[in-house]
Every structure is written in structure tokens, then in C-alpha cells.
T-cell receptor, first 114, second 114 residues
């Protein structure tokens, strides 16, 4: 089945130690998104790629970076994780950014910062 | 800025009964989409139902239907004949234009009692 895959499902890192989260998709979608979902809060968009074009949300901290080496893969890099970065990170894809375009989500990676 | 409000952090329903989850939003746009997403425990978020603002007819998907009141900026989800598998976190979301990103509410945790 076509899907969005996130690895690992659970990630533990130390304060200040860089960490990379991975997302892959078999849907051949043009757009890939990264959302941050803290406990009991709404998912919040960090950034998205439309093909190779990177679109950063205005309030996304510089500590968060992303790479999309090809259509299938997208990475979230947290350069110096702080305790406040502990959250569920959701990857999503869509064919386009049009209003009607459904976003398909991965299962998420739960990040713990010690 | 657009906001989405879900005023019920938790709801409970008896199996086979009907439950309505509330959502209100704030926007100055005239054309947009509204979505309900379901996030089961430890599983990915999936789209339940969507509604285009220009369509007056309420969307329906099997046991799921919405009550879209554009003037009141209200978009509630009704689940009929509730099943145990409906237990999940439900997120209301808004999307406008070609911006791509979904703006989520904080979610409503639905429990289904056998």
C-alpha cells in the first residue's frame, strides 16, 4: 500500500545533541510537510517542500532545518534540541498545495529530550 | 490570522449512539476548506471528511456527517452509530487558498463505551 513512513517511531536524544528524523513516501506526492505536535496541543506546521522549493513558516525556530534529497525522502534536522522540543513530529504529503488536496500523514516520531 | 477552536477536550459516547464534536473557526476569507481528521492512539492521522466553504450542502461520509454553518463559522462533526473503532483524537482543521498548511484545533478525545 502507498504510504507515508516515519523512522524511527521513538527517538531519544540528549540536550544539545543533533538529531535527524526521517520521512519517506511511496505516494509520489509533490509536497512534503513537517508538523510539530506537543502534548495536548494542535499540530503546528514547521515547513514544507513543494518539489525542491523549501517553504519555512515564519515562526519556525532556526534550530529546525529540513532536507529533501529526492521526491521520496524528507528529513527534519534539529541542530541543538532543547527540552522544549520534545514532541511528536508528524510528516505529511499531498499531491499539491491546493485547498482540495488531502494531506496523508505518517504515524509520527515521538522525540524525547533528556 | 486564522484560528480553529475545539471547545470539548474530551467526549464520551455509548456504542451505537450518536455524538457531535464541535468546531468553530475564525477567518476573513470567503473560500476555504474545512477538514476533520482522526488520530487513533499510536497510529497515523487520517482524513474523515472535508467541506468546501462554497458548498452549502453538508458533506457526508457513511456514518460521519458535518453541520457546516458558514455565517456562524461553525463546523461540527456528527458520528452516528458509534463504534469502538471510532475512539480516537479528532482534529478540526482549516485550509485556505494555495498556502498548503492546515491550521488545526487542539483536538477532542473521543471515548466509546461498550
Amino acid at each position: 500500500d502507498a504510504m507515508v513512513i516515519q523512522n524511527p517511531r521513538y527517538q531519544v536524544t540528549q540536550f544539545g545533541k543533533p538529531v535527524t528524523l526521517s520521512c519517506s513516501q511511496t505516494l509520489n506526492h509533490n509536497v512534503m510537510y513537517w508538523y510539530q505536535q506537543k502534548s495536548s496541543q494542535a499540530p503546528k506546521l514547521l515547513f514544507h517542500y513543494y518539489d525542491k522549493d523549501f517553504n519555512n513558516e515564519a515562526d519556525t525556530p532556526d534550530n529546525f532545518q529540513s532536507r529533501r534529497p529526492n521526491t521520496s525522502f524528507c528529513f527534519l534536522d534539529i541542530r541543538s534540541p532543547g527540552l522544549g522540543d520534545a514532541a511528536m513530529y508528524l510528516c505529511a504529503t499531498s499531491f499539491s498545495t491546493g485547498m482540495f488536496a488531502e494531506q496523508f500523514f505518517g504515524p509520527g516520531t515521538r522525540l524525547t529530550v533528556l | 490570522a486564522q484560528t480553529v477552536t475545539q471547545s470539548q477536550p474530551e467526549m464520551s459516547v455509548q456504542e451505537a449512539e450518536t455524538v457531535t464534536l464541535s468546531c468553530t473557526y475564525d477567518t476573513s476569507e470567503s473560500d476555504y476548506y474545512l477538514f476533520w481528521y482522526k488520530q487513533p492512539p499510536s497510529r497515523q492521522m487520517i482524513l474523515v471528511i472535508r467541506q468546501e466553504a462554497y458548498k452549502q450542502q453538508n458533506a457526508t461520509e457513511n456514518r460521519f456527517s458535518v453541520n457546516f454553518q458558514k455565517a456562524a463559522k461553525s463546523f461540527s462533526l456528527k458520528i452516528s452509530d458509534s463504534q469502538l473503532g471510532d475512539a480516537a483524537m479528532y482534529f478540526c482543521a482549516y485550509k485556505r487558498g494555495s498556502q498548503g498548511n492546515l491550521i488545526f484545533g487542539k483536538g477532542t478525545k473521543l471515548s466509546v463505551k461498550p
